[in-house]
């Protein structure tokens, strides 16, 4: 499984000088086996947001490992 960024732009009730509304940015770690495929899973996660958004870009994380917590028969364990 691939971890992409996804950065999302959600508009505010602010507005500008020039009456345009503006925009917060918000990086999400997604996870897919092709950027398709993430992009998809951050369109389902965003499918009950009520803010306007609009999808600004998804790259492939680059990171060695995502490490998180697994429960196993001794309790809360960290693996990656």
């Known amino acids: 499984?691939?971890?992409?960024?996804c950065t999302v732009g959600f508009e505010t009730?602010?507005?500008?000088k020039e009456g345009k509304v503006k925009v917060k940015r918000t990086r999400f770690l997604v996870e897919g086996d092709t950027l398709y495929e993430g992009l998809m899973n951050m369109l389902e996660y965003l499918k009950g947001d009520s803010r306007g958004y609009d999808v600004k870009a998804i790259v492939e994380a680059r990171y060695e490992d995502i490490v998180k917590e697994q429960t196993s028969s001794k309790g809360k364990v960290l693996a990656a």
């Open 1 to 5: 499984m691939t971890h992409y960024v």
């Open 13 to 16: 009730e602010r507005v500008d």
